[in-house]
């Protein structure tokens, strides 16, 4: 990447004795030709001055209260929409514990909570808050959240100490985001398509067979995937879930609309299939109420197979296509016969026999297996769907970079 020239960066400073550093790091971004914005903490302010961040930025300040002039002039949630990225410098300990909270008690924790942009953390603090157990699991459980770190290294300390927790340096900082936002720029260029949720297939005008899938485990990946900068299309079963305005949703009832779309949403780059789709129709569905009895013979035939079919299209087979094995026992077994049948490239096998994970649940737990090399799956230990999504989405950008 020549320079961060339209690049919009929002800094949130923290109050800690490195606070000065991210003067430094503002000063390189800006000669880089960034669009810079900055949200000061209040504890920020004890170490460096709104005046001598707007003057190396040349962007706005804010304070860290919400003010009537800010939230009129570009409120939290626009803020933080404004962002490519939003650099958490430096990340201090309590900052670190509020994030993980999910506090929103001030402007920065409300525009890191509302992001839906990659966060970097850029942590400093002294070698016992680093080593502390509390700041361990915080940063583990924010890690999991899709949070990005840069540093900490080790080195002498502004409180005399030696030990890890010393801050990067502002060319390292910088040369880690020029690096994401190349790979943002590259998957920009890349089209995705996700398919999410349950389908309805209506055996009266009542009626319909379907499933348990909520369609959360689907949106998770759109949102992960659009994170990263892909242009995303989400075609989604019924389903009461919401998407960002970036992300292309399609709402689809039945296996065939959602077959329709998928043709129509073609060619794409990458393609995953997380929708439960109804195996089977019926053969004749009925246009009026079937009258209630005592035996009811419904004749059902198979539906398409939506990832069979892109997963065999000749001309216009995604690059990357990546199934998803519902399965209740032999899950590697059984996900590896439809990795083969379907002829996808991966596929992510997840367990539905127990209430905590798979069907409805917000938790999930799944093993990907990869068609060149079946002796390699890699599992994805229990955690939230979108965590399981961002690990997901990690390994397609490595791949496909
Ligand atoms: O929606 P949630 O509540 O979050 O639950 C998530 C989930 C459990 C539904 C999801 O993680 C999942 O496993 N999705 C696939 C469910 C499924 O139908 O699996 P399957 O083994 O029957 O199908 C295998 C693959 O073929 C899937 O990628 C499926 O999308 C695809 N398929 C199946 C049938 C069909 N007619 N067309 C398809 O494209």
Redesign the pocket.
Known sequence: MQNLKNKKILFIICGGISAYKSLETIRLFKKENADIKTILTKSAKEFVTPLSIASLSQGRVYDDLFSIENETEMDHIALSRWADVIIVVPATANTISKLCSGSSEDLASSVVLASNKQIFLVPAMNVRMWEHKSTKENLKKLKNFGYKLIGPKIGDMACGEYGMGKMSDPTEILNEIKSFLNIISINKKMRALV???PTHEYIDSVRYISN???????FELAKSLSKRGFNTTLISGPSNLEIDKEINLIKVET?EEMFKATQESLPVDIAI?????A?FKMINKKNDKIKKKNILNLSLEK??????YVSNHNSMRPNLVV?????TKNLDKNAQI?LIN?NCDWIIA?D?SKKDR????DY?EVTIHYKNNLKNKEKISFRK?SEIAEEIVDKIVTHIN
């Open positions: 398919t999410a949720g348990k899938s909520s369609g959360k485990q689907g296996a299939f997380s929708a439960a789709v195996d539906n398409i197979d939506i990832l069979n199934g998803f094995a519902a399965e439809k379907k997840n539905v798979g069907f409805e649940s999930n769907k």
